[in-house]
């Protein structure tokens, strides 16, 4: 099967031409790029400061939130998260673009040249001291020219910033001559208007050139010939390094964070509570409803003026009470809230399944370990007037508790120890003293499943991102990022630490 396909050109201050790529989070937790007539459009608002850009004149029924880096469906509300990614490296091009397709050359027959005449294209350096080129064998269709054209070629090896590039011109291989005689096809033609107009050479990034394994640099060499065999010219670059961590930092240098007690804390297992039935504790956020409104239990989707439709464990309440919850004021049976308390972490706490609003202080499950936190003198991208804070989380390995999903059963810790990291600013503190609070109430981490590698029962982030990368941002978890620590802060928010928790916890 033969499917045509095009290239297109991209202006160099629009999202594509500055690597700049705009991505959506899937119902898997996986990142999808936008198309890139989305993703430009996305940019342009972004780079003017526009609060949001309604993506509704594009044909898409989407607003994009820039304050929390959010999509919204215009027609069900329906939120998902988007980011702005800065590491993707794109095909460059050097000089001016086409305008008009019509500056290509055509696909009809070439001409021939008379034999002893030699037409060198506009600007070429034809070559001290050489005869004519000879003409092309009969019956070929093909334009004479000068050896010139090979040697005075008008692209860059590399583009801007690339770190040593390896160019293999088109027909580098071929016989001496070049191009592999005197004439050339239409193809080639094509190519050489492209050179000669200062469009330039596209790059593709290939990683570890240099490395010890052969297998890139054999992919390398193979794309290098298949673009060539196409007619292309090759400039094989590196991409950017993935930077995890900072320079070495020795004791000496590593400080402790002002405003901020100590620099180490460790969780124990979960004490259990005592003395309150999930009856005593629900009553403290419940008002009871004599007339439920004529609508549905959004857990058992029964109508709330008809019995719960709840089928497991029958708690001790009557299944056809209603109540309201105080803050929110979303309406439940009682029989439901129980069943649904029961089946969570039982730690005194109540999150409405409708809006999120909690209710108590949130505690979550995650297993015994340490955090430090210290400064150290190094900046981050995008962070160059502040030192930063770097956070080392550390987990062992253990035994599933009552409160996890498989009570008695080993669970790992990959990857442990992790370390984080944050700009030592105002806000970035403010962050580090609420991300205390979370480790406090064991909300940094749980057991479940890896969106990452698959694996079950093992040491999981808890909906809180961290910032893992030092100095890049080639995974999304680096800088710079200019609304991570906002983004953050909502994230905290939504598992109920504010800054009235950093009160509560004085208290």
Same mark, same amino acid.
């Given at each position: 099967?033969?499917?045509?396909?095009?290239?297109?050109?991209?202006? /160099?201050?629009?999202?594509?031409?500055?690597?700049?790529?705009?991505?959506?989070?899937?119902?898997?937790?996986?990142?999808?790029?936008?198309?890139?007539?989305?993703?430009?459009?996305?940019?342009?608002?972004?780079?003017?400061?526009?609060?949001?850009?309604?993506?509704?004149?594009?044909?898409?029924?989407?607003?994009?939130?820039?304050?929390?880096?959010?999509?919204?469906?215009?027609?069900?509300?329906?939120?998902?998260?988007?980011?702005?990614?800065?590491?993707?490296?794109?095909?460059?091009?050097?000089?001016?673009?086409?305008?008009?397709?019509?500056?290509?050359?055509?696909?009809? /027959?070439?001409?021939?040249?008379? &034999?002893?005449?030699?037409?060198?294209?506009?600007?070429?350096?034809?070559?001290?001291?050489?005869?004519?080129?000879?003409? /092309?064998?009969?019956?070929?269709?093909?334009?004479?020219?000068?050896?010139?054209?090979?040697?005075?070629?008008?692209?860059?090896?590399?583009?801007?910033?690339?770190?040593?590039?390896?160019?293999?011109?088109? @027909?580098?291989?071929?016989?001496?001559?070049?191009?592999?005689?005197?004439?050339?096809?239409?193809?080639?033609?094509?190519?050489?208007?492209?050179?000669?107009?200062?469009?330039?050479?596209?790059?593709?990034?290939?990683?570890?050139?240099?490395?010890?394994?052969?297998?890139?640099?054999?992919?390398?060499?193979?794309?290098?010939?298949?673009?060539?065999?196409?007619?292309?010219?090759?400039?094989?670059?590196?991409?950017?390094?993935?930077?995890?961590? &900072?320079?070495?930092?020795?004791?000496?240098?590593?400080?402790?964070?002002?405003?901020?007690?100590?620099?180490?804390?460790?969780?124990?297992?979960?004490?259990?509570?005592?003395?309150?039935?999930?009856?005593?504790?629900?009553?403290?956020?419940?008002?009871?409803?004599?007339?439920?409104?004529?609508?549905?239990?959004?857990?058992?989707?029964?109508?709330?003026?008809?019995?719960?439709?709840?089928?497991?464990?029958?708690?001790?309440?009557? &299944?056809?009470?209603?109540?309201?919850?105080?803050?929110?004021?979303?309406?439940?049976?009682?029989?439901?809230?129980?069943?649904?308390?029961?089946? @969570?972490?039982?730690?005194?706490?109540?999150?409405?399944?409708?809006?999120?609003?909690?209710?108590?202080?949130?505690?979550?499950?995650?297993?015994?370990?340490?955090?430090?936190?210290?400064?150290?003198?190094?900046?981050?991208?995008?962070?160059?007037?502040?030192?930063?804070?770097?956070?080392?989380?550390?987990?062992?390995?253990?035994?599933?508790?009552?409160?996890?999903?498989? /009570?008695?059963?080993?669970?790992?810790?990959? @990857?442990?120890?992790?370390?984080?990291?944050?700009?030592?600013?105002?806000?970035?503190?403010?962050?580090?003293?609420?991300?205390?609070?979370?480790?406090?109430?064991?909300?940094?981490?749980?057991?479940?499943?890896?969106?990452?590698?698959?694996?079950?029962?093992?040491?999981?982030?808890?909906?809180?991102?961290?910032?893992?990368?030092?100095?890049?941002?080639?995974?999304?978890?680096?800088?710079?990022?200019?609304?991570?620590?906002?983004?953050?802060?909502?994230?905290?928010?939504?598992?109920?630490?504010?800054?009235?928790?950093?009160?509560?916890?004085?208290?």
């Amino acid at each position: 099967t033969i499917r045509p396909v095009r290239r297109s050109y991209y202006d /160099p201050s629009s999202a594509p031409g500055k690597g700049i790529v705009w991505e959506w989070e899937n119902d898997s937790g996986t990142w999808t790029p936008y198309d890139m007539d989305v993703g430009i459009t996305i940019q342009r608002a972004y780079e003017k400061q526009h609060p949001w850009v309604d993506l509704s004149a594009i044909g898409f029924c989407y607003v994009i939130d820039f304050a929390t880096m959010g999509q919204i469906n215009r027609q069900t509300q329906r939120k998902r998260r988007v980011r702005r990614r800065l590491d993707m490296v794109y095909p460059l091009v050097s000089g001016t673009l086409p305008t008009t397709c019509s500056a290509w050359p055509s696909h009809s /027959p070439a001409c021939s040249s008379p &034999p002893g005449e030699s037409r060198q294209p506009p600007g070429a350096r034809a070559e001290k001291g050489t005869a004519q080129s000879s003409p /092309p064998p009969r019956g070929t269709a093909g334009v004479c020219h000068p050896r010139a054209w090979w040697e005075t070629p008008r692209w860059s090896p590399g583009s801007p910033g690339s770190a040593g590039p390896l160019a293999f011109p088109a @027909g580098a291989w071929g016989p001496e001559r070049g191009w592999g005689g005197s004439c050339i096809s239409m193809k080639r033609l094509g190519l050489l208007f492209l050179l000669e107009s200062g469009v330039g050479v596209p790059t593709v990034p290939v990683k570890n050139l240099t490395g010890s394994s052969p297998v890139n640099p054999a992919l390398a060499g193979i794309t290098g010939i298949l673009m060539s065999a196409a007619g292309l010219p090759v400039c094989l670059t590196r991409p950017p390094k993935l930077v995890l961590h &900072p320079p070495p930092v020795s004791k000496s240098e590593i400080q402790s964070i002002p405003g901020i007690s100590h620099s180490c804390r460790k969780t124990t297992k979960k004490q259990a509570k005592k003395g309150k039935t999930p009856e005593e504790v629900l009553k403290k956020y419940l008002q009871k409803v004599r007339h439920p409104p004529d609508e549905d239990c959004t857990i058992c989707m029964e109508r709330l003026s008809a019995p719960s439709g709840y089928k497991g464990p029958q708690p001790a309440v009557k &299944p056809d009470l209603v109540g309201k919850l105080v803050k929110c004021s979303h309406v439940f049976h009682l029989h439901c809230l129980v069943a649904m308390y029961n089946n @969570g972490n039982k730690d005194g706490s109540l999150q409405c399944p409708t809006c999120k609003t909690i209710y108590g202080v949130k505690t979550g499950t995650q297993p015994p370990g340490k955090m430090e936190y210290h400064i150290i003198p190094h900046a981050l991208p995008g962070h160059a007037d502040c030192k930063t804070i770097r956070i080392i989380y550390n987990i062992p390995p253990g035994v599933q508790g009552p409160e996890h999903p498989n /009570p008695g059963k080993s669970f790992t810790a990959r @990857g442990f120890p992790r370390h984080c990291y944050l700009p030592d600013s105002e806000k970035g503190r403010k962050v580090l003293k609420l991300l205390l609070v979370a480790w406090d109430r064991r909300l940094i981490f749980a057991i479940g499943t890896s969106s990452t590698t698959g694996e079950s029962d093992t040491v999981i982030w808890n909906e809180i991102h961290h910032k893992t990368e030092f100095g890049s941002n080639l995974t999304g978890h680096g800088y710079p990022d200019i609304n991570y620590l906002d983004n953050v802060l909502a994230e905290l928010a939504a598992q109920g630490i504010t800054e009235e928790s950093l009160a509560q916890e004085k208290d």
